[in-house]
């Protein structure tokens, strides 16, 4: 009778499963022994040994096509969605509309006053910051839509391409899908912060309200990436590229979601130094973005890496 698959600690990553003691081939061979590993219920990483070459199988890279080498798929050809250019013009993008945030963020305190900064030429700078975002919102859905299943076993390319995709099992899909309809939700809070509405009841709803779904959305698809990336619910590993990517993305989730709390506009006065802090954490949101932009940008040199 065979034993159920262990729980092991290897290499510093919880192991969900394990296969155990494989059954021989139709060639007599055995099958390799593969260590999967993830926050449960995701499993982001496999590890085995295939024909004497060590093999690693992480879910990041596999959706963006980077490192094919450590997949054995250096001699496949990558679709266009996973090439360096592909990964590089998203990267591209989410610095633009970061850096453009930073900006009008940079506005506000100009505001209103001899020379300053009109409430609709800086609702204008954070709507057009808004747009490249939602483009590398989507622009990196329609990876995790078109990834292939996070399985060891042989797989075709999809014959169809998806735009949207169904995949609730990868929390690289869900993390794509729900920053994406974050970025549309900051496109009618950041378009109807161009004139905004009268009274402090249709501020909140037309203003307030999408951006704090937005930010809600935003700090959940960045604790997925991160949890997929780091195949745990916590992990701390700094020398990594792909773990400093995700982990300063979540930073800017959490300064988003600090900054959306604040941004609601009350019945009556309030204390002046609230819109200052949330326009501070709104600025360091997009920093944080900012920075891992540059860092994507980086990392797409990995999708021509053997």
């Not at 030429?121 to 859905?141: D, N």
């Not at 959305?217 to 604790?223: A, D, I, Q």
Request: glycine share 12%.
């Amino acid at each position: 009778m065979r034993k159920p698959p262990a729980s092991i600690t290897d290499g510093g990553l919880r192991t969900v499963s394990s296969s155990a003691s494989p059954a021989p081939g139709p060639d007599g061979a055995r099958a390799p022994r593969i260590f999967s590993a993830g926050a449960w219920p995701f499993v982001t990483l496999h590890r085995y040994v295939h024909r004497g070459r060590p093999v690693l199988w992480r879910a990041r890279q596999h959706r963006k096509g980077l490192l094919r080498g450590e997949r054995g798929l250096e001699h496949t050809r990558a679709p266009f969605w996973q090439r360096a250019g592909y990964n590089r013009a998203t990267g591209l993008l989410f610095a633009v509309g970061a850096f453009l945030f930073m900006l009008g963020s940079v506005l506000t305190l100009f505001q209103g006053g001899p020379g300053g900064f009109s409430v609709r030429e800086i609702g204008i700078t954070f709507f057009l910051g808004s747009i490249p975002f939602t483009i590398a919102g989507y622009l990196q859905h329609f990876q995790a839509a078109n990834a292939t299943g996070f399985t060891t076993a042989p797989q075709n390319r999809p014959q169809r391409i998806a735009l949207i995709g169904w995949h609730p099992r990868s929390p690289g899909w869900l993390s794509t899908f729900t920053q994406f309809i974050g970025t549309i939700a900051f496109n009618f809070n950041t378009f109807d912060g161009i004139a905004p509405a009268r009274g402090w009841v249709m501020q909140d709803v037309t203003i307030w309200m999408p951006g704090f779904v937005g930010s809600v959305l935003f700090l959940v698809s960045g604790f997925l990436a991160y949890i997929e990336a780091g195949h745990a619910y916590w992990s701390w590993r700094p020398k990594d590229l792909d773990w400093q990517i995700v982990f300063v993305n979540l930073l800017g989730c959490i300064f988003f979601m600090v900054a959306g709390v604040l941004a609601y506009v009350p019945a009556g006065p309030e204390p002046g130094w609230i819109p200052l802090l949330a326009n501070a954490n709104l600025w360091l949101g997009a920093l944080g973005f900012f920075v891992g932009a540059v860092l994507l940008v980086r990392e797409s040199r990995l999708a021509d890496a053997g």
